[in-house]
């Protein structure tokens, strides 16, 4: 056959941070974790940690190990960099693993550090991460002339595509969903090397299967099902005929591999069964390559501008699909609202409607908030370096990536001097430019996407968040206190403010005048009750409780002092609700993901 078939695995796990513990900006991070232990089972094993990263941090042993029980270059994956930098912390020996399967036996895929919503981020953000990503990915990608890149719950944007795409001089693949794709006219298009103009230098892509990668997440169809479903529900007889390769491509989150105790199993049998039939497995990037290189005849036209597929701005891979208008995924399920629209949307979580309108408030602060710190580095380093340009600030930014993952980049002898680093600004006080990196990185890993994935808000990601984004925020406040900026420092504090007032936000927004999917979406009842907490012992919202966690133990005391008498420091705990997919594993407290120690 000439049918070929490649799965792509995106492997990220956003943390469980509570607490960010001071520091310099001349070292990586260090913070505590939540106490929340949880088993998960696999084959015969069960694997336990103290909290879900952790026990999914070790199942990644098995994943790897099945991964690389594989032949050689069948399958790609993309590990987040901060995820994989985890792995490194906790678990040494997996990242040797890790780091053995990405250069010999997988297809490595950059991606985005963080999983942030990228076209919900500026320009400016997103151009570093973009350089960042390759940055980190240089060891597995510095040989290949074609690479695939994953953007986060792939969502997309034309300008988006534009900034990775000239972030690095290799062509970028970008992997898709096939529902993002406009214009698909002709069905031998839909398993073919496809381009994307983002700008004057042209993009691939490719969209997954989506029914089928969700029938094997999902485990609803067996493996006889799976095969079938490859061999006779996606064959191209035009392609068979004219001795055309053509690509079946899937995707999953890597914990797709984990589902239930025999999915490592299910997925080695699958491969094994479609090679028995003639199938080739190979991964899409290396799909491209070959199309490119001519060793894989291609359709006349392919990999051409005359196989232009235009996708769908801010599309992705995991929307509510069932409340898009167009037939096309869109970013509704990180928004909270419709695009085409613009209503506030409603889902049900534990058998009852929650609006959404939450989600839309939780986006416009992070702006807010990301631009404040932005501006902040930015002019802190202009006071001091008044002549330092944009270009050069961006690129102290990108570099000090080299020491907040620094152990990964040394593991591969690249320099992470600070030489290296303040290059750029080489005439700043180091002192102060890594501080100032270093508030930087954390309001990036204060942006992951997952707090908006869940319908509800009170979960251990959304803390994460906004533990995180409340010490880049006290941390720059102390910053300005320290040269005597005043003023500033008091802007600062009220941004930081409204995460504490977060539920204030419904009347400085005027969210009551958007319109709703049915109605009372946007009504104060609805929004009040879509913040309710989760927990017994704080009747603090989530994002009052995370900020207000954190600003006890880090606020001048002054300004602690002065926000006692409007707050109870004592319900400032790190209680959150359950994710309800992560309920299919086996917590010891099944009610609420606690934390059962102090910082």
Known sequence: MYQKFGYHFHAYQPGDIIYIHDGSGWD??????????????????EVKSRNWTRTVIKAYEYTSDTLGSLKSGCASVDFEPFTLYMILRYKPRIYGEIVELLMNKVEAVPTTPFHPIMPHLSVFEQAILAKVSFDF???FTKNKDVVGYWLPENVITRETAKIVAESTTKDIVFLLDERQFVGLNFPQAKFSCNTYKCNEKVAYVFGRDHQLSDAFAFNTLDINGLVRGVVEGRIDVFKENAKIP?????ASDLEALLANPQQLDRFLAWVTKLEEKDVETINTVEFVRKKKSGEFKCLEGECSGYFRINVKDYSSWSDYYDLSIDGRTSDIRWVGMRREDGKVIHRFYKKQKISQLWKYAFTKLFRELNRSIRFGVIDMIHKYLPEASIDEIKEFLIRYSRIFFREHYEYFEMDTTVDYVMEPLKDLDPTLALKLGRIYYLMLLANHSDPRFWENIDTRVTFENVATISKALIELMKVYIDGNMHERANYILLEYMKLLAFAQLYYDYELFKMPGLEGWETTEKAWFDSLKSEVPNCNYNVITRAALYVG?????????NALEALYDMKK?????????????GNWENKEWCEHRAKV
């Open 246 to 250: 053509y690509l079946v491509y899937l």
């Open 137 to 139: 990915y240089e060891p």
């Open 28 to 45: 990586p991070i260090k913070y505590s974790e939540r106490l929340s232990p949880v088993s998960l089972r696999i084959r015969e094993t």
């Open 552 to 560: 006890k133990e880090d606020l001048p005391k002054d300004i602690r």
């Open 572 to 584: 400032a705990v790190a209680d959150t609700g359950h994710i309800s997919g992560e309920m299919h």
